[in-house]
């Protein structure tokens, strides 16, 4: 998503829209991707947890508070009120950006319960919930 977003900044006339988007994902996934790094390298490290840390303390003021009311507001209200003489890249690219804020909180969700996981010391990973309830469901439906 963040690519079409990008590409469509580009061609809607929106490059400095397209520049603070990269900005605000790119800080926090250098963290995202060391903690997953080090976290590959050593299960048991502590620096993966410090890193992810950082990750969450980066994602929180960009992605939450300056991403929704910083940039899609001010975009939103660049183009209130000029009706149809806007090309429709630029409302696919408003709706877009609108979009992707749900999605960051849902995200952000999950990096906090992965962080209350790793400070309480749970080695499990988030993802083998799904697993386990899609696996009693394939079980069922055998015995059905």
Request: proline share 3%; glycine share 6%; charged share 15%.
């Amino acid at each position: 998503m963040t690519i079409v977003l990008i590409g469509l900044s580009w061609n809607a006339g929106y490059v400095l829209c397209g520049a603070t988007v990269i900005l605000i994902h790119n800080i926090s996934d250098i963290f995202l991707q060391g903690a997953k790094l080090i976290n590959y390298w050593d299960e048991s490290s502590l620096a993966a947890t410090f890193v992810f840390l950082g990750c969450v303390v980066t994602w929180a003021p960009l992605r939450l508070f300056h991403y929704y009311p910083v940039l899609v507001y001010h975009a939103w209200a660049s183009v209130t009120g000029r009706g149809l003489e806007l090309p429709v890249a630029t409302f696919i690219l408003e709706s877009l950006l609108t979009v992707l804020y749900p999605l960051h909180l849902y995200w952000f969700y999950l990096m906090l319960i992965v962080m209350k996981n790793a400070v309480s010391g749970v080695q499990k990973d988030i993802r083998e919930d799904d697993a386990e309830v899609e696996q009693v469901v394939k079980k069922t439906k055998k015995h059905d």
